[in-house]
């Protein structure tokens, strides 16, 4: 087993209909560009009835039709934001879990530990969450500490048994390396109930493209549950920030 290799994203969800929620994160080939990308499906009209939309830099998922909005809890929340020179991007409210303790002078994991999987049961759905870093640690927006590099985390909560009595946290930090991601998502397959995500999250490649990586991950999905994606690369050098945005309804 070659535990190096780095796969097309199309052949890492080939053949699953239901990865769920899922986050990419890594760099650009030619290693000039960070990179992540958010998406999400549904199976019920509650989960499809939503969209992406963007708003100063931040996404948020917006119900498309609202008077079809049943139950907002687990399916409207802000799905990436900036906090000076961290992007986080999540698959739930924990994007403002993060947010709060990062200004607070948390570091991402030591916010999320307020945090579990969520209240779904039988599915108790994994919270998947990632931060892109830029330049140093500790370095605020336009800072020039640590400028042309950044690094990156990720992290699951996911339940430890089948009746949801105890959270298990893992926590993953990488090294960027041209031309490669990590993908994480939410559940390992369609199911009733779900089975949740397994392993370590899945490396895959990155193009140095931004339409040719949007459309290689929205066409990979399967048709009837994908619902929106959101893809954002952003220079190393300049900072400067290029997004793609699908949604099914629009």
């Not at 799905?79 to 403002?96: C, P, S």
């Not at 929205?218 to 690369?233: G, M, T």
């Amino acid at each position: 087993m070659d535990i190096y290799k780095v796969r097309k994203f199309g052949d890492a969800v080939e053949g699953n209909r239901y990865p769920g929620r899922g986050i990419v994160v890594g760099q650009s080939c030619d290693g000039t560009k960070a990179v992540i990308a958010y998406f999400i499906m549904g199976r019920s009209v509650n989960s499809r009835n939503r969209v992406f939309v963007e708003r100063e830099g931040a996404v948020y998922t917006e119900p498309f039709d609202v008077s079809k909005l049943e139950d907002p809890s687990l399916i409207i929340y802000a799905a990436v934001r900036n906090f000076e020179n961290h992007l986080i991007v999540t698959n739930g409210d924990q994007t403002d879990t993060i947010y709060d303790g990062l200004a607070e002078g948390k570091s991402f994991y030591e916010a999320l530990e307020s945090r579990c999987f969520e209240p779904d049961a039988p599915n108790f759905t994994p919270r998947i969450s990632a931060e892109a870093v830029f330049g140093g640690e500790s370095a605020e927006a336009g800072s020039a500490d640590g400028a042309g590099t950044f690094k990156y985390r990720m992290s699951i909560l996911k339940s430890a048994d089948a009746e949801g009595s105890a959270c298990n946290r893992y926590g993953y930090d990488y090294a960027p390396i041209p031309g490669v991601g990590h993908f994480i998502h939410t559940y390992e397959c369609d199911g009733n109930p779900l089975p949740t995500f397994q392993g370590e999250p899945e490396r895959v490649q990155i193009p140095d493209d931004i339409d040719a990586f949007t459309e290689e991950i929205w066409n990979a999905l399967d048709e009837d549950n994908k619902i929106s994606l959101y893809v954002r690369y952003t220079d190393l050098a300049s900072g400067a920030a290029e997004a793609r945005m699908i949604n099914k309804h629009c």
